[in-house]
């Protein structure tokens, strides 16, 4: 089975920048959209971004106007530039895909740590 697999975490200091990457370890197709999601400790997972094929991304109020997600067309690879971290945004991240009605793949997820 097709996993997905995160990198580019990390630990910075507020204000910092860090850009998390997602790839597939097989082939993906009929992918509808890719998304990014959170979960901090003692916390549910929560929504942070995602993007369908066509563009027009959509982003949690919270991270809105410092993250940016983006994706590469031409092969699955997704991407969460995040910008101005704040300590809030310490979390595990994981990037998931969906196929049908709901994310069907996820990652193992890649830890994020902003020290105030």
């Known amino acids: 089975q097709v996993r997905l697999v995160e990198s580019g975490g990390g630990t910075v200091q507020a204000g910092a920048s860090l850009r998390l990457s997602c790839t597939a370890s097989?082939?993906?197709?009929?992918?509808?959209?890719t998304a990014w999601f959170r979960q901090a400790p003692g916390k549910e997972r929560e929504f942070v971004a995602r993007i369908p094929p066509g563009g027009g991304a959509v982003y949690a109020d919270s991270v809105k106007g410092r993250f940016t997600i983006s994706r590469d067309v031409r092969k699955f690879a997704v991407f969460l530039q995040m910008n101005n971290l704040t300590y809030d945004d310490t979390a595990v991240y994981y990037c998931?895909?969906?196929?049908?009605?709901?994310?069907?793949?996820w990652g193992q997820g890649t830890q994020v740590t902003v020290s105030s």
């Open positions: 097989g082939r993906m197709v009929n992918v509808a959209d």
């Open positions: 998931a895909a969906r196929l049908g009605a709901t994310y069907d793949l």
